[in-house]
């Protein structure tokens, strides 16, 4: 096991550092936009609530600029960094915090040959994966680009969110449990139920594509990689759920705890290739417990292999 401690102290690190983020008009991403900016930071937003997030833009005034997002328009990303690099000339951090959980019909639910001429939306899979390579690929430009920028060699983060119920091995969240939670005591057929197959597979694809930007050549740039995977998170996504948590007396994670790792991970130089799992405000990595039980999950002889292969393809 390997606990992680966000190094905080006082967060002098983030005066001054541009952090563009995406979901930051509400829940983590909004505890994030809250955090770094009351640490001196200037922080440029985007979201499709635009209310919320106009709202919280000016209740923080001129050094958080909100800017309307859909982060599955990929020219809408673009604008997003573009936006803060011609105002402050740097981009110091991007954090891409952007999803959506949609409860209803999998894809795989009730598949016979006739119903599978009919297509689902593929709207999951589009914000929560598709959209987050965009934004990898946009924020990496502008995290390379020098800029105006002063700071250390490896001052420069980028961090994505992914879930760490990419570990538990469940495809619904029976909606039973959540009306029961609430108090009523129905049972809805399994198709009612919020289908995670596809949220799963999309949060699965997000760490994949950060492991895999964290081995390129974006450290000698100075860009760090790092991913959080947050447990049960009080935000509005999974509202419906959390007086299940609470009376199985789960640990649950607040938004503020989140932005703490958010901002631990931008502060830290050490940090890269981390995948920060958060439960009830405390973080492990992942990728250390990964590597430490390697030749208990695949074997001695084939975990020598397996690092063979990895060192092999740099
Ligand atoms: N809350 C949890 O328990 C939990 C657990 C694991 C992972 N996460 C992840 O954390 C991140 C933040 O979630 P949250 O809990 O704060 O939820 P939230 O619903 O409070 O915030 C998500 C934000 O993303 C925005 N958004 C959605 N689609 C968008 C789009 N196309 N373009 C731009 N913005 C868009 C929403 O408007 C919202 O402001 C998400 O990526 C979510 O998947 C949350």
């Given at each position: 096991?390997?606990?992680?401690?966000?190094r905080?102290?006082?967060?002098?690190?983030?005066?001054?550092?541009?952090?563009v983020?995406?979901?930051?008009?509400?829940?983590?991403?909004?505890?994030?936009?809250?955090?770094?900016?009351?640490?001196?930071?200037?922080?440029?937003?985007?979201?499709?609530?635009?209310?919320?997030?106009?709202?919280?833009?000016?209740?923080?005034?001129?050094?958080?600029?909100?800017?309307?997002?859909?982060?599955?328009?990929?020219?809408?990303?673009?604008?997003?960094?573009?936006?803060?690099?011609?105002?402050?000339?740097?981009?110091?951090?991007?954090?891409?915090?952007?999803?959506?959980?949609?409860?209803g019909?999998?894809?795989?639910?009730d598949?016979?040959?006739?119903?599978?001429?009919?297509?689902?939306?593929?709207?999951?899979?589009?914000?929560?994966?598709?959209?987050?390579?965009?934004?990898?690929?946009?924020?990496?430009?502008?995290?390379?680009?020098?800029?105006?920028?002063?700071?250390?060699?490896?001052?420069?983060?980028?961090t994505?969110?992914?879930?760490?119920?990419?570990?538990?091995?469940?495809?619904r969240?029976?909606?039973?449990?959540?009306?029961?939670?609430?108090?009523?005591?129905?049972?809805?057929?399994?198709?009612?139920?919020?289908?995670?197959?596809y949220?799963k597979?999309?949060?699965?694809?997000?760490?994949?594509?950060a492991?895999?930007?964290?081995?390129?050549?974006?450290?000698?740039?100075?860009?760090?990689?790092?991913?959080?995977?947050?447990?049960?998170?009080?935000?509005?996504?999974?509202?419906?759920?959390?007086?299940?948590?609470?009376e199985?007396?789960?640990?649950?994670?607040?938004?503020?705890?989140?932005?703490?790792?958010?901002?631990?991970?931008?502060?830290?130089?050490k940090?890269?290739?981390?995948?920060?799992?958060?439960?009830?405000?405390?973080?492990?990595?992942?990728?250390?417990?990964?590597?430490?039980?390697?030749?208990?999950?695949?074997?001695?002889?084939?975990?020598e292999?397996?690092?063979?292969?990895g060192?092999?393809?740099?």
């Amino acid at each position: 096991m390997a606990p992680f401690v966000p190094r905080v102290e006082g967060f002098d690190g983030l005066r001054d550092k541009v952090l563009v983020i995406t979901g930051g008009a509400n829940g983590i991403g909004a505890a994030t936009v809250r955090l770094f900016h009351d640490h001196g930071a200037l922080v440029v937003f985007g979201d499709t609530a635009v209310g919320a997030g106009q709202a919280l833009s000016s209740s923080l005034g001129d050094r958080a600029t909100f800017v309307s997002t859909d982060v599955t328009d990929y020219a809408a990303n673009v604008t997003l960094f573009k936006t803060a690099f011609q105002k402050y000339g740097k981009i110091d951090h991007a954090v891409s915090c952007a999803g959506i959980m949609v409860p209803g019909a999998d894809w795989f639910d009730d598949l016979s040959i006739e119903s599978v001429e009919q297509p689902l939306p593929d709207i999951v899979l589009d914000v929560n994966l598709k959209a987050v390579a965009y934004f990898a690929r946009v924020a990496v430009a502008y995290l390379k680009h020098r800029g105006d920028s002063v700071g250390g060699d490896s001052a420069k983060s980028l961090t994505f969110t992914s879930s760490d119920m990419i570990f538990c091995n469940t495809r619904r969240v029976p909606l039973y449990q959540v009306r029961s939670a609430l108090g009523q005591a129905e049972k809805l057929p399994l198709n009612e139920s919020p289908g995670l197959t596809y949220p799963k597979t999309s949060k699965s694809g997000v760490l994949t594509l950060a492991r895999t930007l964290s081995t390129t050549s974006l450290s000698q740039h100075g860009v760090r990689v790092n991913t959080l995977l947050p447990n049960m998170t009080a935000t509005q996504m999974w509202a419906p759920l959390l007086g299940l948590w609470h009376e199985q007396k789960l640990p649950v994670n607040q938004p503020e705890d989140l932005a703490r790792f958010f901002a631990g991970l931008a502060m830290d130089e050490k940090a890269h290739g981390l995948a920060i799992a958060v439960t009830g405000g405390e973080g492990w990595d992942i990728e250390a417990g990964l590597r430490e039980t390697m030749p208990t999950w695949c074997g001695p002889e084939r975990a020598e292999a397996l690092l063979a292969v990895g060192r092999l393809m740099g």
